[in-house]
């Protein structure tokens, strides 16, 4: 039996946009489910958009997400002279002919088509020429094209995820297969990469339905059967239209910049358009690598929801041993501008702040908070309780910083702190928390975050202490910043 060939083969015009990202998470999956080969080939034969940057952006963004190829990267402006020669033996076996219409011409033959409203298709007018008439043009240098003749037939395949499609060749355009400066159109090329590659099964966009038919003709007159699709739904954003930059980020890389752990964004990814059964949400990744079947992609489009994007990537933090967010934390914090001692251990910091973080960003800016807390500013409940406390909150955190000023460097632990600040609730018949949120909100601009004790140990005593005395100049009644 033969193991499964699949290929993932971008355009280098521009970045790796979360569709096709999902698209190579899907190959590699089934690469790796089937023990099979995953193959990376740069699709770059537009030459006017194709850059060796955008080759770089999409290598980037496929390791980052965990993504590899077995084999690759290939480059399909490397095999121009075998597109060609597929092209002149279509021509040379009847199955394709030369086509000296300009674009002027064509042009004006799809405008007065279009006009009496029908579709255009080519009138095959140059299929017509005599190997006389052909022969001369040649001989006084018209340029010309190459149009494969599609027959008045039946085209269909059993689709992996949509069953049985079918188109009649009648139905379609004597489409160009090569241009006039000898360079492949993209049916032609794809096909005859594939078939020199051995791709066994072609997954990818349901968007590329309207070429399969194409494609299959091209693999039945070039003497191959067409190998397995599959195409996989569309993704839309939130409002139901096709995702696109109106609805925000799209390209892979937005999202590595905004903090999502490859991990959960791959996780992410894999259930837009893929149900492993059951609810299963959180999947490590030889779990999925297990579970995944084409049989399990979905017909209908997949919906990118940000928030679950966001979640997920939350959990994946949450389980995340510190150790492994030191680097991305540093290096946001130093984008930042914030100044870390090389010797100051940022794990603790980052184990109380992650459970509650959704993004490296908000990991980031939490502990930046907590290694230097003036920078905080009340968010929208930080306003409202001061306000709803008005001048029992200054009182407060004067009582809480007085009564922690008196603590010795050994006594400034967890269970000390907070046997601290009960009896100075108690010793001035105060509501534990009434005393903590004081000091929660001035720490962090926040009325959620770790316990109370465990955030002043954290953020250590001299800076707990200095900044619980300065809020009240910081910070005037109604919240905002001096």
Not at 166 to 171: E, K
Not at 349 to 362: C, E, M, Q
Not at 446 to 464: A, H, I, M, Q, R
Request: glycine share 8%.
């Amino acid at each position: 039996m033969t193991l499964p060939r699949v290929r993932f083969a971008p355009s280098p015009t521009g970045y790796l946009h979360v569709g096709g990202a999902r698209t190579a998470l899907f190959n590699w999956l089934f690469a790796r489910h089937t023990g099979g080969t995953h193959i990376l080939r740069i699709e770059d034969t537009d030459r006017e958009r194709s850059t060796p940057e955008h080759t770089g952006v999409i290598l980037d963004g496929l390791t980052w997400l965990g993504i590899t190829w077995d084999e690759g990267p290939y480059f399909q402006g490397e095999y121009a002279a075998r597109h060609q020669a597929d092209a002149e033996r279509l021509l040379a076996e009847g199955k394709a002919y030369r086509c000296f219409c300009t674009r002027e011409e064509l042009d004006a033959q799809r405008g007065r088509v279009e006009a009496s409203g029908v579709g255009f298709r080519y009138d095959r007018r140059c299929y017509r020429l005599s190997p006389s008439e052909v022969a001369e043009r040649i001989r006084v240098g018209t340029p010309s094209t190459i149009r494969f003749l599609l027959q008045d037939e039946e085209i269909a395949w059993e689709d992996a995820v949509h069953n049985r499609i079918s188109f009649q060749g009648r139905d379609l355009d004597d489409f160009v297969i090569l241009r006039s400066d000898n360079s492949a159109i993209y049916n032609l090329a794809v096909v005859s990469d594939d078939i020199a590659m051995g791709i066994t099964h072609v997954i990818r966009g349901d968007d590329h339905i309207s070429n399969t038919p194409k494609q299959v003709a091209l693999y039945r007159a070039l003497g191959h059967e067409p190998p397995v699709f599959a195409h996989v739904p569309m993704i839309l954003g939130a409002d139901g239209k096709k995702l696109s930059k109106r609805h925000g980020a799209t390209a892979v890389g937005d999202y590595q910049e905004q903090g999502i752990y490859p991990a959960a964004m791959r996780n992410f990814l894999a259930l837009l358009g893929w149900s492993p059964g059951g609810d299963r949400e959180i999947m490590p990744e030889d779990e999925m690598i297990g579970l995944f079947t084409l049989d399990g992609i979905q017909k209908k489009a997949a919906v990118f929801d940000t928030t679950k994007l966001e979640w997920m990537n939350g959990q994946y933090l949450s389980a995340l041993p510190a150790e492994e967010m030191l680097e991305p934390v540093r290096r946001q914090l130093a984008r930042m501008g914030v100044v870390v001692n090389p010797a100051r251990d940022l794990r603790p910091l980052i184990d109380s702040v992650k459970a509650r973080s959704r993004t490296i960003l908000h990991v980031a800016n939490q502990v930046a908070v907590r290694l230097e807390p003036a920078r905080s500013t009340p968010d929208d409940k930080g306003k409202a309780l001061i306000q709803k406390m008005g001048p029992a909150f200054e009182g407060n955190l004067a009582l809480a910083s007085a009564a922690l000023a008196s603590l010795k460097p050994a006594q400034w632990n967890a269970d000390e702190l907070l046997a601290t600040l009960k009896v100075v609730a108690e010793s001035n018949k105060l509501k534990l928390g009434d005393v903590m949120q004081p000091v929660r909100v001035a720490l962090t601009g926040s009325t959620v975050s770790e316990p109370v004790n465990e955030l002043l140990f954290v953020v250590g005593p001299d800076s707990s202490i200095t900044t619980l005395k300065s809020t009240p100049q910081r910070w005037d009644g109604a919240a905002n910043p001096k």
